[in-house]
């Protein structure tokens, strides 16, 4: 666990329920991850955990542009037609590909902290869950702010929000981190269920707990919150019986349904045990 971040344990499943509606009530608008698990580095994309260090940055930007292709190549003939939009650029195309469980740069957020909630307890029983959050207003001014140090992120006096130079083999010891979420033109119905959004790294291997704490500068602006393993199996009772906060709600097609099947089956199997 990130020792700068302040962490707050939740030591029944009452006070996770009450810190939910908090989180939830805020007057500032926070954004949450839920994770099942602790990570030697807490924070880092599944392409970082998949790649090996040693590789140079431009072995990875080569790596990472063939799994774009590859998966450009595939979803265009299984995709709607408004879902390919998506692909035009890099950074949507990676979205897409996170959301489907490609290894990418990006972590998955959302506005909901019952959806966070709901990832922190779905699975790995045996270990604590986490609810990471931070500040999205705080983000948003100090995210502007940093484009002072990186002009070619700025063109025609707006901000590219394609992200480009983060995809190019020389742009290297230009660190900088973003927080994006699919424009609402797009439509895509899996990632606006979960309230969804990203944070990318310019660079490989970053620590987004780190990049999040200081970029906010201060630490009342991101917290995470440890949920008790012993309270995992009912919370998620709670959260698909009485909120509908499930894999069936997340993922409104074949494999969710898939999904939401095994879930439920699982937990039946676990508590009949």
Not at 54 to 81: G, V
Request: net charge negative; with cysteine; glycine share 4%.
């Amino acid at each position: 666990m990130n020792s700068d971040w302040i962490e707050e344990k939740l030591n029944s499943i009452d006070e996770v329920l009450s810190k939910l509606i908090e989180l939830r009530t805020k007057k500032k608008k926070w954004v949450f991850r839920g994770v099942s698990r602790e990570h030697k580095k807490p924070l880092i994309s599944s392409i970082d955990r998949l790649l090996l260090e040693n590789l140079d940055r431009k072995e990875k930007i080569r790596l990472e542009r063939q799994s774009i292709e590859l998966f450009r190549s595939t979803y265009k003939q299984l995709a709607i037609e408004e879902d390919n939009e998506l692909l035009r650029e890099d950074i949507t195309t990676l979205m897409l590909m996170q959301h489907y469980g490609a290894p990418t740069r990006l972590l998955d957020w959302s506005f909901s902290p019952y959806i966070a909630a709901y990832f922190a307890v779905c699975e790995n029983d045996k270990y604590d869950g986490f609810i990471w959050g931070f500040e999205y207003d705080r983000y948003e001014q100090k995210g502007s702010e940093q484009w002072e140090k990186f002009p070619e992120m700025i063109e025609g006096g707006k901000f590219v929000h394609t992200l480009r130079p983060a995809f190019e083999e020389d742009y290297r010891d230009k660190e900088w981190f973003v927080c994006q979420f699919i424009n609402k033109d797009y439509g895509f119905n899996r990632i606006r269920s979960q309230e969804g959004l990203f944070t990318f790294a310019s660079q490989f291997n970053i620590d987004h707990s780190l990049a999040i704490m200081n970029l906010l500068n201060e630490s009342e602006f991101h917290k995470v919150y440890r949920i008790r393993k012993e309270d995992k199996f009912k919370l998620r009772q709670i959260l698909r019986n009485n909120l509908n906060i499930w894999h069936g709600m997340f993922y409104p097609d074949v494999i969710g349904s898939a999904e939401a099947v095994k879930e439920v089956m699982t937990d039946c199997a676990q508590k009949n045990h």
